[in-house]
């Protein structure tokens, strides 16, 4: 069972930066994709960034392609989302999750990702 913790969320005027960490315990955390997904007020859950096991490969919604950018260090069993020129279309409650299988472009939905963090709130104000 992988347990996962994040923070780093918080206020932020628009034009600003967060940096959002994962960190993981309980399994092998460098054997498992990882992915960052946020759910605004009364939507659904949308996938914001995912990573392979590696850090090799990563993949972005359209919608912050250019802004964040999402790593990992795996001696640290975290995951780092790290966001820039924030929106206040940005404001939602972020998540972290893990992949047990390989990532790629036709596996990044809500339902593909399990043992969801517990949620951190990021808003931008305008």
């Known amino acids: 069972q992988v347990q996962l913790v994040e923070s780093g969320g918080g206020l932020v005027q628009a034009g600003g930066s967060l940096r959002l960490s994962c960190a993981a315990s309980?399994?092998?955390?460098?054997?498992?994709?990882m992915g960052w997904f946020r759910q605004a007020l009364g939507k659904e859950r949308d996938f914001v960034a995912a990573?392979?096991?590696?850090?090799?490969?990563?993949y972005y919604a359209d919608s912050v392609k250019g802004r964040f950018t999402i790593s990992r260090d795996n001696a640290e069993n975290t995951v780092y989302l790290q966001m820039n020129s924030l929106k206040p279309e940005d404001t939602a409650v972020y998540y972290c999750a893990f992949r047990g299988g390989p990532v790629s472009p036709f596996v990044l939905s809500s339902a593909d990702f399990r043992s969801w963090s517990q949620g951190t709130q990021v808003t931008v104000s305008s």
């Open positions: 309980g399994r092998t955390f460098s054997s498992y994709a």
């Open positions: 990573i392979n096991w590696s850090g090799g490969s990563t």
